[in-house]
């Protein structure tokens, strides 16, 4: 990473530093588990994301991680960060603004209308999840919003299993990320 890039990591803690002590937008309890969780394992699997991915979409994306980190690494990624609470989009927004990160929406809506629009459908690069249980139809629509060979990037911690996954969708693999919080990224591909 460059100077700039660890300068915007920087940036994005301080922020949500600030403003988790106005609102609740992650347990920052341990701060240097904190950071494995909010910057590390998201500055790890940028590197598992294909070169030519253009578009990511992270799915309720709360306190910006692992969608913020993932596009500091990554800067050529368009990003749309989805996330249901109006405060935490107001912050997501605001992190956007003050690390000048371009080519950043925010949605304040519920995934699974987002994802429906035909604007959506068949043309995201990468999708990324973390802290979202997800059934068998919620999986078929991240799915339908990656286009064929996509990826879906799938934060897990602990003893959180590798999930299973409907056609189109296939594991791919199971990447360790953090061993002291034993964690993984699942990436799962869109095949055919």
Not at 43 to 48: D, G, K, L, R, V
Request: charged share 20%; with cysteine; glycine share 8%.
């Amino acid at each position: 990473m460059s100077e700039h890039q660890v300068a915007q990591l920087v940036g994005y803690l301080t922020l949500l530093y600030k403003w988790n002590d106005r609102m609740n937008l992650t347990a920052l309890d341990d701060p240097d588990l904190a950071v494995d969780r909010l910057i590390v394992e998201p500055t790890i699997a940028a590197a598992q994301i294909d070169g030519g991915a253009r578009t990511l979409v992270d799915v309720g994306s709360g306190g910006g991680s692992p969608a913020i980190p993932l596009k500091i690494a990554r800067p050529d990624l368009d990003l749309t960060m989805i996330e249901v609470k109006t405060r935490k989009s107001v912050f997501l927004r605001e992190v956007a603004r003050h690390l000048d990160l371009k080519g950043c929406v925010v949605e304040t809506s519920r995934f699974e209308a987002v994802l429906s629009r035909h604007t959506f459908q068949g043309c995201v690069d990468v999708v990324s999840i973390r802290a979202v249980r997800a059934d068998a139809g919620q999986l078929r629509l991240f799915g339908d919003a990656l286009s064929p060979g996509g990826q879906q990037l799938w934060f897990l911690s602990g003893a959180q299993g590798v999930p299973d996954v409907p056609p189109p969708l296939a594991v791919e693999r199971d990447v360790p990320l953090v061993s002291a919080l034993q964690s993984h990224l699942v990436i799962i591909r869109k095949v055919g």
